[in-house]
């Protein structure tokens, strides 16, 4: 198996190989970390490896097959975590030159797991500072390019996620979305971005454990690698208040036989809100058809009302930030990348009347998405407005013919399911003309995981487009 093949050999194939002894977790390792060295200063995905790390466990993993020791599903196989998940005894900068040399004592919770399932962490991949934006770049590492066109970003705040799985150094990745941090960048790099349920996957160690708005997910080139890495990632833990019970168990058998025939499905071009391209309007139109004409389900074009959907975002996101980097101003203003302190200062304008105003039009937002999805199974919409735009452009300055008032607005297909709450789940559904790739939300009901995971199984194999892959390293 030459280096281009084993860097697109799926993850679960992986696995078993190692299982079966037909290749050996150093091989997986060495070779990946050969490839990194060659095309990863071509994107800058990764801002540190852990090689010296990763090595090593390698070699412990390989040591527990010949023995023939339990081994976990993920055991021997190497993945990327994204720069906000602290690692323990590898530097976590969240993108920010305030934590240019943190180096954490405790893994996250998700990182626990992924070792306890013989995950090996192979490296941290690059954020905007603290997430925020949805364009990969900062001032301490720089900018990570698109792998399908190196002109262009991967979007973000999972964009070296994103960018790594695609260009096949990495086979899993973990990523963080609040406003469509993993959706986006799954959209623009022909990955597949899965943002589960609020709960679903524990959060810690982090300072806002009640925080209902952002959560942590998997990155992977197939759907059956995707389910692979939420069955590790998913479960309660003590600590964390927001915790839910999982149903890992549903997630790989979801997609063994994925009929999904029947199903109530609706499709929106844009929420009723959001401003959206005609080309990908037209690409996730396509797809919505093969739901119906291949697939065997009823589509209609429907969508709760989602109108109030900005106002309620921009409240409750600006005064997260407020109370999360608000204190940081004084010292590290100068150095903190700009739309980050406006969006901070937006937060710190934010009343206590217009956060419990804008909890309100959430809760009424829910009840609407509820009674929706007691109509329909499953919601279809794209997974970004626009096709991937240069990387000197921080945010897109018009979208569909609107122009965008701040770096926020152009994510309004993603940051309006946010509110609800609800799993989605991104699968790559086509191309552009000019050769870039589009993804489709799939939504659900709220901890439906394993019916988002079939349905994307099953328009999978009637679009393989997870078995496109960019030239890179070859």
């Given at each position: 198996?030459?280096?281009?093949?084993?860097?697109?050999?799926?993850?679960?194939?992986?696995?078993?190989?190692?299982?079966?002894?037909?290749?050996?977790?150093?091989?997986?390792?060495?070779?990946?970390?050969?490839?990194?060295?060659?095309?990863?200063?071509?994107?800058?995905?990764?801002?540190?490896?852990?090689?010296?790390?990763?090595?090593?466990?390698?070699?412990?993993?390989?040591?527990?097959?010949?023995?023939?020791?339990?081994?976990?599903?993920?055991?021997?196989?190497?993945?990327?975590?994204?720069?906000?998940?602290?690692?323990?005894?590898?530097?976590?900068?969240?993108?920010?030159?305030?934590?240019?040399?943190?180096?954490?004592?405790?893994?996250?919770?998700?990182v626990q797991r992924l070792k306890a399932a013989g995950a090996i962490v192979i490296g941290k991949t690059n954020t905007p500072e603290f997430?925020?934006?949805?364009?990969?770049?900062?001032?301490?590492?720089?900018?990570?390019?698109?792998?399908?066109?190196?002109?262009?970003?991967?979007?973000?705040?999972?964009?070296?996620?994103?960018?790594?799985?695609?260009?096949?150094?990495?086979?899993?990745?973990?990523?963080?979305?609040?406003?469509?941090?993993?959706?986006?960048?799954?959209?623009?790099?022909?990955?597949?971005?899965?943002?589960?349920?609020?709960?679903?996957?524990?959060?810690?160690?982090?300072?806002?454990?009640?925080?209902?708005?952002?959560?942590?997910?998997?990155?992977?080139?197939?759907?059956?690698?995707?389910?692979?890495?939420?069955?590790?990632?998913?479960?309660?833990?003590?600590?964390?208040?927001?915790?839910?019970?999982?149903?890992?168990?549903?997630?790989?058998?979801?997609?063994?036989?994925?009929?999904?025939?029947?199903?109530?499905?609706?499709?929106?071009?844009?929420?009723?809100?959001?401003?959206?391209?005609?080309?990908?309007?037209?690409?996730?139109?396509?797809?919505?058809?093969?739901?119906?004409?291949?697939?065997?389900?009823k589509v209609d074009e429907a969508a709760p009302d989602f109108s109030d959907s900005p106002q309620i975002f921009q409240a409750l996101r600006?005064?997260?930030?407020?109370?999360?980097?608000?204190?940081?101003?004084?010292?590290?203003?100068?150095?903190?990348?700009?739309?980050?302190?406006?969006?901070?200062?937006?937060?710190?304008?934010?009343?206590?009347?217009?956060?419990?105003?804008?909890?309100?039009?959430?809760?009424?937002?829910?009840?609407?998405?509820?009674?929706?999805?007691?109509?329909?199974?499953?919601?279809?919409?794209?997974?970004?407005?626009?096709?991937?735009?240069?990387?000197?452009?921080?945010?897109?300055?018009?979208?569909?013919?609107?122009?965008?008032?701040?770096?926020?607005?152009?994510?309004?297909?993603?940051?309006?399911?946010?509110?609800?709450?609800?799993?989605?789940?991104?699968?790559?559904?086509?191309?552009?003309?000019?050769?870039?790739?589009?993804?489709?939300?799939?939504?659900?009901?709220?901890?439906?995981?394993?019916?988002?995971?079939?349905?994307?199984?099953?328009?999978?194999?009637?679009?393989?487009?997870?078995?496109?892959?960019?030239?890179?390293?070859?």
């Open positions: 198996m030459d280096q281009t093949e084993l860097a697109y050999t799926p993850a679960a194939e992986l696995a078993e190989m190692i299982r079966q002894r037909k290749i050996s977790p150093v091989e997986v390792v060495t070779a990946l970390l050969e490839r990194i060295e060659i095309v990863n200063p071509q994107i800058n995905a990764y801002v540190t490896v852990a090689a010296d790390q990763a090595l090593q466990a390698a070699r412990q993993a390989e040591e527990e097959v010949l023995k023939s020791h339990h081994v976990g599903p993920l055991h021997g196989v190497p993945v990327a975590i994204k720069d906000l998940t602290p690692t323990a005894g590898i530097r976590t900068t969240y993108g920010s030159h305030i934590y240019a040399d943190n180096v954490p004592v405790e893994d996250a919770a998700i997430g925020a934006g949805a364009q990969t770049f900062n001032t301490l590492f720089g900018i990570t390019r698109n792998p399908w066109d190196t002109r262009l970003t991967p979007a973000g705040s999972s964009g070296g996620s994103a960018a790594a799985v695609a260009a096949g150094i990495a086979p899993l990745a973990t990523g963080t979305d609040l406003g469509g941090s993993l959706r986006t960048p799954a959209s623009f790099c022909n990955v597949v971005g899965f943002r589960p349920s609020w709960g679903l996957v524990p959060e810690y160690p982090t300072n806002l454990p009640w925080d209902n708005l952002s959560a942590s997910g998997p990155m992977a080139r197939d759907v059956r690698d995707t389910a692979l890495l939420l069955s590790v990632m998913a479960g309660p833990d003590r600590r964390a208040p927001i915790s839910e019970p999982d149903h890992r168990g549903e997630y790989l058998t979801s997609i063994e036989q994925p009929d999904i025939k029947g199903w109530k499905v609706a499709f929106s071009p844009d929420l009723g809100f959001a401003p959206v391209d005609p080309e990908v309007v037209e690409i996730c139109e396509q797809a919505a058809g093969v739901f119906a004409s291949e697939l065997g389900c600006g005064v997260r930030m407020a109370a999360s980097y608000a204190d940081f101003l004084p010292q590290w203003r100068d150095k903190m990348q700009a739309n980050l302190v406006w969006n901070i200062e937006q937060g710190l304008k934010i009343s206590g009347l217009q956060v419990g105003q804008a909890e309100v039009a959430r809760g009424k937002l829910w009840d609407r998405a509820r009674r929706f999805f007691e109509e329909y199974d499953l919601l279809l919409v794209p997974a970004a407005g626009t096709l991937p735009f240069p990387v000197e452009v921080i945010s897109p300055p018009e979208v569909g013919g609107r122009k965008m008032e701040n770096y926020v607005e152009w994510l309004g297909l993603t940051y309006a399911i946010t509110l609800t709450g609800l799993p989605s789940l991104v699968v790559p559904c086509g191309f552009s003309k000019s050769g870039l790739p589009v993804g489709i939300q799939i939504v659900g009901r709220r901890l439906s995981e394993a019916a988002l995971l079939r349905a994307a199984a099953a328009f999978e194999q009637a679009r393989p487009w997870a078995n496109k892959h960019p030239n890179l390293g070859q």
